[in-house]
């Protein structure tokens, strides 16, 4: 700073005899450039000077909460039976900075054209309403939601600066994060398999299980330290702004919600078996699938594994290749929220569980065709025609001007000279003992060559 000002001063000391002269000599022509090269240098001054107190008050954050972390990291290590084995890399993040993270962590989790290819997904089957932008939604819903976050691969958290203050509402925030931090030291995220492209179901089971150990931490730390104070703050939160939650698909807001909510029941169940041992246990091979999540009796007693289901790279129809160019898994989680916009009544769970394995991919003819294949097994017969019977609801609710026809297997819908050429022209729903196979195409030789092929 005070290099800035000796500088300064300094362009002022070699100028001013020129301004002086220039003074001495004023007429109504120069006049208004002098000031103006006067205020040029005050304006500069004070943007030097604005650059040099943010910069001061960010280093100042930084200390305090590094400060802060110290205190706590220790009092969550205590509560949850963690050993402290690094020193916790911190650090505040604007929210543009946010933005930019998000943005990088898109381009991660969804290489490539693959997060165009889910929306695609989405939309044609019903999970969220046609002209709804993922990227877009997906990122108002972190920038709202996200106040601090743990990045396994730098192995830094980072709290978002205004959720940070000196009170139990950021302390809360950062116990919660400093748990993924010691989950890491302890445990290792990166080598259980948080980046599968091709297996979100998988992803989701075990984002559930470190999501839902560390929400009950914060429950914990809170109880431990709770006063008449926190509760006024924790009612003020009431009023943050939930506009982007509120406003997004409910298939978005549920995939947000369900790693903290089901996460946390799933680790309790663990927790009821066996304690803190319980709790370990999980982290240390964690659920398989969501439906291990969703009903803990399949992790714990009658263990039922996710069935791996396969589905064609490429295949021939109307003289064409089609090859496949994304393809992943929904889960009994999302055949639930599937079935929770479309079914009324408790149904919807039911028809989702007895799930045992599914994928489903997109193919591409390289004219304009398009082909999507969902495949799914269930548990039992009854299992599989209850998901065929949900999906039948979701079909005729989504594509409900088509026109059906009831086979001995299943339904057909079609919609002939449809004018818009990306639209499903032929839907086929088939079902076989524990399977079921959708198909949607705006190509109709391309949809019946699934029909048979295996």
Known sequence: MRLVKKFLLGIFLIIAPFLYSQETHLTNENVPDILKIKMDLLMQENRILKRENDKLKQELNQFKLNKR???????????????????????????????????????????????????????????????????ATLKELFAEQVAGLYDDTTQRF??????YQKNSISDVILAHEICHALQDQNFNIAAMGMRQPDNDDAVYAKLAMLEGDATILMSEWLQKNFNITNLFQLVGMLGVDQSAYTNAPYFLQQILVFPYIQGAAFVMEAMAENGMEGRDYVIKYPPRSTEQVLHPDKYFYDV????????????????????????????????????????????????????????????????????????????TEEDAKEAAE???TVMMKRYHDYQETVLES??????????????????????????ARLILSNNPDAAKSFISMK
């Open 158 to 163: 980072y709290l978002i600066d205004t959720f």
């Open 69 to 135: 972390i110290l205190q706590l990291k220790e009092d969550v290590a205590k509560i949850r039976g963690f050993k402290i084995k690094n020193p916790l890399e911190t650090q505040l993040m604007t929210k543009s900075e946010l933005l930019k993270y998000i943005e990088e962590e898109f381009s991660r989790q969804y290489p490539g054209e693959n997060l165009s290819h889910y929306q695609e997904a989405l939309i044609r089957l019903g999970f969220i309403p046609q002209g709804c932008d993922v990227r």
């Open 304 to 379: 039922d594994e996710p069935t791996t289901v396969t589905l064609p790279e490429s295949f021939v129809a109307s003289g064409e290749i089609w090859n496949r160019i994304y393809h992943n898994v929904f889960g009994e989680m999302g055949f639930k929220f599937l079935f929770d916009q479309y079914v009324p009544g408790n149904k919807s769970a039911q028809a989702a569980t007895g799930w045992d394995g599914d994928r489903y991919a997109i193919y591409r003819d390289g004219k304009g065709g398009f082909a999507l294949r969902w495949d799914s097994i269930w548990d």
């Open 390 to 392: 949900a999906l039948r």
């Open 410 to 435: 299943g339904w057909e819908w079609t919609k002939p000279n449809d004018e818009k050429e990306n639209e499903a022209t032929f839907i086929r729903l088939v079902r076989t003992s524990v399977f």
